[in-house]
């Protein structure tokens, strides 16, 4: 267990909608990263939060956003979902946002789009 | 979105069989990591690597740090069934301005026959 922690474990919705992956990072954890795990592209970094402030863009489509909150939880928002956006979105946190602070990942949320 | 390329992308094993594994970068990279992935679970860190040159075990594991800065390898000994899974390698970004963006492998699938 990593300490991390991300909700629903999976999600199941129709194209043209809208859900919000939940992520809360381990105990004195500062930054927050999101990820996208598909079969064809792979693991790829979406976004980055460090104590509430967005950091580092990624691959992230301007249909998806994020935040993280004062006790920084975050969430990753995906609108007008299409069936691509089908996937495996992995939230991981360090402790704070210097080179050598690891990363530690949830378990995931797997989205399907229908 | 960008990926590193990992070889092999699968191999299939007898238990007790060592194991090599190995990650290559068109791009220099300053930290390196090696992470396991379980089937729907979210990656685990194994080693991380933070100077070219270096040479680092976790156990049955070691890997090393390239003297490029391009490339990582990951060695296996004596190799468990619980070793099964997805490995994959990772390169620490600071590209636009982020400081911990991972960049990460195409996988390699492990199995392992008692």
């Known amino acids: 267990d990593s300490g991390v922690t991300q909700t629903p474990k999976h999600l199941i919705t129709a194209t043209g909608q809208r859900v919000t992956l939940r992520c809360s990072p381990r105990?004195?954890?500062?930054?927050v990263y999101w990820y996208q795990q598909s079969l064809d592209q792979g693991l790829q970094f979406l976004i980055q939060y460090y104590n509430g402030e967005e950091r580092a863009k990624g691959n992230i489509l301007e249909r998806f956003s994020a935040q993280q909150f004062p006790d920084l939880h975050s969430e990753l928002n995906l609108s007008s979902l299409e069936l691509g956006d089908s996937a495996l979105y992995f939230c991981?946190?360090?402790?704070?946002?210097?080179?050598?602070?690891?990363?530690?990942f949830g378990p995931g949320t797997r989205l399907t789009v229908t | 979105g960008q990926q590193l390329n990992q070889s092999p992308q699968s191999m299939f094993i007898q238990e007790g069989e060592d194991v090599s594994m190995n990650c290559t970068s068109s791009?220099?990279?300053?930290?390196w990591l090696w992470y396991k992935q379980d089937p729907g679970e979210g990656p685990v860190l194994l080693i991380a690597?933070?100077?070219?040159?270096e040479l680092t075990s976790n156990g049955r594991l070691t890997a090393q740090f390239g003297i490029t800065r391009k490339d990582s390898f990951l060695n296996i000994s004596a190799s468990i069934p619980s070793d099964v899974g997805i490995y994959f390698c990772?390169?620490?970004?600071?590209?636009?301005?982020?400081?911990?963006?991972?960049?990460f492998g195409t996988g390699t699938l492990l199995a392992v026959q008692p």
């Open positions: 791009s220099i990279f300053n930290t």
């Open positions: 990772a390169g620490r970004s600071t590209l636009g301005g982020a400081t911990n963006k991972l960049i």
């Open positions: 690597l933070y100077k070219a040159g």
């Open positions: 105990s004195g954890d500062l930054s």
């Open positions: 991981a946190s360090s402790h704070r946002d210097r080179a050598w602070d690891e990363q530690y």
